[in-house]
Each structure stands twice: as structure tokens, then as C-alpha cells.
């Protein structure tokens, strides 16, 4: 009883888009994800979810923009928000999350065995844009090709809850005996390690045509001509650094709820040039945050303000590998030294929170707000070591370096090149450089090249983002030494045993509790990531505009948006 109570629960908690997690546009207020990359200050503001209603306008289209490019658009490797939006619009994921309810997607339905080990999912009748139906195969080889170690799929560790899938990675067991397997063309079995209170969350992915991946091979996802769509919207071009034009997917199994015709996303580097464009009506909805365009834009009866909090935490991530951020006391030097407070009041114009902790505030766990219930842990940390330069001093002596912070120079990596980026990074250069009493330099590169960087230890501090699924489990996993998601290498095997742990939990009281405890080892114990604010904002959107879904956790993506009166 107690486990089929807990599975219940966890239909609450469910939230897809696991491709997508790292921030890289700015069009909608969900923490997604999924979920680091640069324009941090201004996370994305659209995707939907609404029914149209009499009055909508004739010709429906809706244009937003991307602070970058999709570094890629293969779901299997991506970890871009950029990425994320479009596809979350392109293909089908077996359930969505729309309105902070969860609800079946390329699924009809599904059945749990009684012991909770086997999931069976009943796909709907739905076909790829060339008229090819999509099967239980389809969603079958995405599974198998995650667990493919060539692959590189980077959230491997949240899908080891999957029968072998950790085995298949590791290269202990051959990918056909992951327990996954096609009944038949519309019933998909899924066969599980363990009983799982967060599954749906690993649960929901998109599908691939083997026959299509196979054609266009390293080149997939790289061109709107490698892609093929299932979801609501096709991809019909994709200029590189300019923009993607989506158009309704006609063959799509729900396309008579989708009113829009043709959507945009405009890559606009520049923050300025993005304002200018919605001034303009060149766009239909923009994440705002400077104050002046705040003002400018709230005076506007053609348009609302719309604030939000997002499951998204921004951060500086040390590399726990380089020589001089392998110890604890310069990690913490650095942490105790950062001026979150002022960072929210200055850089991010009082709509973000200072970061205490990793945990983001819209995050729950059986009713309990985890972020209320851990409180501040790093104000603790920082109350018990008032001087962040003796720590620094203490940590120098450790490694045998010149104990005078003057002889010190290290380097903080900023995951964009825009001016935003600049600012951010020149105001947190001279804020260290007082606190700490040492050189900081700062390196600036577009976020697909910060990536690469990073993924290859070529980083110190580097600065991301990271939005959250609807299961805490999910962001504190990404620091378990398993995931390949999230730079930094760090290590600490009993932070992965609990991160394990609580996969498996089914008592919601004692989950709480070890989550707490995941996010003060990761933050104060360990100090592998310098928290710096909360993700949130300030939504300007044209009043024209419906059908946006603004919950903290969506997958919707534009699939509900309409427009009516516009002129």
C-alpha cells in the first residue's frame, strides 16, 4: 500500500523537459530546465498553455527571442535552455507538465505493476512530419542510445532507476539488456532498478527515429533539415545566429488545439537591441530587467508586467581538479568573499533573491518548501568565518603558495560574450579583488565554446545557471560524480551515496531531510558551487497575448499561445 501511495505522490511532482537545463534565452519564466549557461538575469518567458477562445485573431503568429543559439538540437547530448525551447515544441515527450499539472503527451495512458518495477505506456496515434508514424521503437532507441556509453548522454545518472541502465553505461552489460522494450508499434515497457518516488521525471523524453539519427549522424541536430518533428510545431529554418521559424505541425495528434501558425525565436545577443525589438512590436513578450526600461514599459497600457520566480539557481562552479581551486579553504575564500546581496541589488536590479543555498524557492517536496525549510546555510558559513582573506591566506599555506593574496591571480570564466556578461563579470572582478586582496581576470566566450571548455577542465570559476524539474533529486544529482552534466568534477562519495539514497526513499519526511543535507554538504561542506541568486523577473508581454503558461515548471512550450486582438 505504502508504495503504491508513494507512486501516487509522485504523479504530483512530475515535470519533463530534461534537455534543457542549462539557461542560454530568455523567453520563459519556468526553471527547466531543465537547466548553466549565460543571460542569467533574464531566464526565458514563454511556453503556454491555454484553450483558445472566440475572438482569437485570424492570422496567429508570436515572435520571441534567444539571448543565443541551440549549441545543438540532438536531445540526446543537449543541456541548453536555447536547445530546450525549440524542442520542446517539436517533439513529444510521453507526458508534459502544463499549469503545474502533469498530463500525457505521446501517451495516452499508462499501467504500474503491482510491485511498482514495470511501467507500461499506450502511445497515441501520432506521426513524424513526414507521415510516418511514431512507435513505441521510437521512444525505445532514445533510451537505449542515452544508455549507449559513446553516446555521452549528460544526465545518465538520473536514469539509472532504469533496469541496467547504469550497467549498459558503464560497459558491464551489452545495451540489450536495458529494460526497455517495444510490445508492440503503439505500447512501450519500461522496467525499473527500484521503485522510485521521483520516476516520471527520469520517465519523460523525447523520441528519435533511429533511420533519421543514423542518416545525418554527427550532423544531427545541427540543421533544421536534419530534423524530424512529432511535436507541435515543425522546424522549417534555422538561420545560425539569426533565427528559428517554427510552423504549425499539421500531422501532430493534438494540431487542433494548436492556434499558432508560425512561430520565431529571433537570436538577439544584445539586451538593448532585445528591448528595442519589443518597444517596437518586433516581438510579442521579453523577460525585462533593467530599471529603466521597467519603467519605460510599465507606463505602456498595450502591454503587462508579469513578475515570476524560476526554478533556477545562478552560480560560480569551481573546478575542484585546478591546482589552486582543489582546496576547500580557496573555495571557500571565494564564497564567503561573494557579494550576493549587493550582486541581487546591483547587477540583477532587486528581481532576483541573493542565493543562500542551491536549492531555488519554488522547489517542494511533499508540501514542504525545502528552501524555507533549510533556511540559509551559507549566512551560517559565512557568521562562522568573518574573514574571507585569513581563509583564502590559510588555504594558500595548505598548498605551499606565497601566503600574500597580492602574489595570488586566478581567473573567472563568464558563459557569454554580450555586454550584460561584461558587466557582471567586471563588477564581480573588482568585488573579489577588495574582498580577497588578489588579481582576478575575467575570459568571456559564447556558452556552446564555455561548454566545451569547461566539460575539458579548462575553467577555474566558471559562471552558469541551472534550472530544476519539479524533484529536488534532480539539481542535486547533478554534483554526484556519476552525472557528466555539470562541470567541475566534484567528488565526494558520500554525498553520491545519499544522492543515490534518496532516489530510492519512499518515507517523504526522511527525503526532506536528506536533501537538506545534499545541499549543505554541496554548498558548505564541500563548497563546489557559489551560489549567487534565484532565478526570477520581471515579463513584459503584449496584451494581445494568450495562453502562456507562467508555473514554475513547465513543458508546455508554445503549444497553447494565442493571440486575439492583436492589430
Not at 501520432?126 to 555521452?152: F, I, K
Request: with cysteine; charged share 20%; proline share 5%.
Amino acid at each position: 500500500m505504502k508504495k503504491t501511495l508513494c507512486l501516487l505522490l509522485a504523479l504530483a511532482m512530475m515535470l519533463s523537459l530534461l534537455a534543457g537545463c542549462s539557461d542560454s534565452e530568455e523567453q520563459n519564466p519556468a526553471g527547466n530546465p531543465p537547466s548553466g549557461g549565460n543571460d542569467a538575469a533574464n531566464p526565458p518567458d514563454d511556453s503556454g498553455d491555454s484553450s483558445g477562445e472566440p475572438g482569437t485573431d485570424e492570422v496567429q503568429y508570436y515572435n520571441i527571442t534567444l539571448s543565443e543559439e541551440p549549441a545543438t538540437l540532438n536531445h540526446l547530448i543537449n543541456t541548453t535552455v536555447a536547445g530546450g525551447y525549440i524542442l520542446v515544441n517539436i517533439l513529444e515527450p510521453l507526458v508534459r507538465n502544463e499549469y503545474g499539472n502533469v498530463v500525457p503527451a505521446g501517451c495516452s495512458s499508462y499501467d504500474i505493476s503491482e510491485d511498482g518495477l514495470t511501467w507500461t505506456f499506450h502511445l497515441r496515434e501520432n506521426y513524424w512530419n513526414d507521415g510516418e508514424q511514431v512507435t513505441a521503437e521510437h521512444y525505445a532507441y532514445t533510451l537505449r542510445m542515452c544508455a549507449t556509453p559513446s553516446t555521452g548522454y549528460p544526465y545518465a545518472a538520473d536514469m539509472y532507476v532504469i533496469k541496467n541502465f547504469e550497467a549498459v553505461v558503464s560497459g558491464e552489460k551489452d545495451v540489450s539488456e536495458l529494460g526497455v522494450k517495444a510490445v508492440d508499434d503503439l505500447t512501450l515497457e519500461i522496467s525499473l532498478e527500484y521503485v522510485c518516488p521521483a520516476l516520471l521525471n527520469t520517465l519523460s523524453f523525447y523520441p528519435l527515429r533511429q533511420d533519421n539519427y543514423e542518416k545525418w549522424s554527427d550532423r544531427y541536430g545541427s540543421e533544421a533539415e536534419t530534423m524530424l518533428c512529432c511535436g507541435p510545431f515543425v522546424l522549417d529554418e534555422w538561420v545560425h545566429n539569426s533565427a528559428l521559424r517554427l510552423s504549425k505541425n499539421e500531422k501532430y495528434w493534438d494540431a487542433a488545439t494548436v492556434k499558432l501558425q508560425n512561430a520565431t525565436y529571433n537570436i538577439v545577443a544584445e539586451e538593448v537591441a532585445r528591448y528595442n525589438m519589443l518597444d517596437n512590436g518586433s516581438i510579442d513578450s521579453l523577460s525585462v530587467s533593467d530599471l529603466d526600461y521597467i519603467s519605460r514599459f510599465s507606463s505602456r497600457e498595450d502591454m503587462s508586467p508579469i513578475p515570476y520566480t524560476s526554478a533556477r539557481t545562478v552560480m560560480m562552479v569551481f573546478n575542484n581538479d585546478d591546482s589552486l581551486f582543489k582546496n576547500r579553504n580557496i573555495r571557500l575564500a571565494f564564497s564567503l568573499a561573494f557579494p550576493r546581496e549587493e550582486s541581487a541589488t546591483h547587477i540583477f536590479n532587486g528581481l532576483n533573491q541573493p542565493a543562500w543555498g542551491l536549492l531555488p524557492p519554488p522547489l517542494t517536496e511533499n508540501n514542504v518548501n525545502l528552501r524555507e525549510a533549510s533556511g540559509d546555510p551559507l549566512k551560517t558559513l559565512i557568521a562562522e568565518n568573518p574573514d574571507p582573506q585569513a581563509v583564502l591566506v590559510k588555504g594558500l599555506e595548505e598548498l605551499g603558495l606565497s601566503t600574500n593574496p597580492a602574489d595570488l591571480t586566478f581567473e573567472l570564466y563568464m558563459s557569454g560574450t554580450n555586454s550584460r556578461m561584461h558587466t557582471m563579470g567586471e563588477y564581480w572582478q573588482q568585488e573579489l579583488q577588495t574582498a580577497l586582496g588578489c588579481t582576478v581576470t575575467l575570459r568571456y566566450d559564447d556558452y556552446a565554446i564555455f561548454s566545451d571548455n569547461c566539460g575539458n577542465g579548462d575553467f577555474q570559476v566558471g559562471f552558469l545557471s541551472w534550472g530544476s524539474v519539479a524533484d529536488p533529486s534532480y539539481m542535486l544529482n547533478l554534483f554526484a560524480s556519476t552525472s557528466s552534466s555539470m562541470p567541475g568534477n566534484h567528488s565526494n562519495p558520500e554525498y553520491d551515496q545519499l544522492a543515490r539514497d534518496v532516489q530510492v526513499e519512499l518515507d517523504y519526511d526522511k527525503r526532506v531531510e536528506m536533501f537538506l543535507e545534499l545541499e549543505k554538504m554541496l554548498v558548505c561542506e564541500d563548497v563546489a558551487i557559489c551560489p549567487i541568486v534565484y532565478g526570477g523577473g520581471m515579463t513584459f508581454r503584449y496584451n494581445y497575448v494568450n495562453g502562456v503558461d507562467e508555473s514554475a515548471f513547465t513543458s508546455a512550450g508554445l503549444k497553447y499561445v494565442y493571440t486575439a486582438g492583436r492589430e
